[in-house]
């Protein structure tokens, strides 16, 4: 408990605003917009917000609307043709086990845009 203390005084932990818990600086996406360089929500809740969950295979899938809305709240610019074609290649290339999410592969690429 010492040790998560001095980390939290220390700036090594941060607070999500949207489920309480605290996190290493890595659970968060980059914001400038910040003053601690993050965007306030960890990436958990981010992808809770961006895609629906289906409890019956406890698997993420992924919801063009609430994407759209969480790029809106994190003011990045929503490319429809990227979400379409990253939407394409995931549905070509990978088993249904193995599936990666549409919202992470864009939102790595809008972020790393100039």
Known sequence: M???YTR???GGLYYCHKCGNYYAQDAFYTDKKY???????CKKCTLDEAC????STKMYV??????????????????????NSVMNK???????????L????VIVCVKSLP
């Not at 629906?52 to 409890?55: A, C, E």
């Open 102 to 105: 549409a919202f992470s592969y």
């Open 2 to 4: 010492a040790r998560d």
């Open 62 to 83: 992924d919801n063009r609307e609430k994407t759209i809305e969480v790029f809106r709240k994190m003011d990045l610019p929503f490319i429809d043709s990227l979400y």
């Open 8 to 10: 939290l005084t220390e």
């Open 52 to 55: 629906d969950y289906d409890k």
């Open 35 to 41: 003053a601690s360089g993050l965007y306030p929500i």
């Open 90 to 100: 995931i549905n070509d290339d990978v088993a249904e086990k193995t599936r990666q």
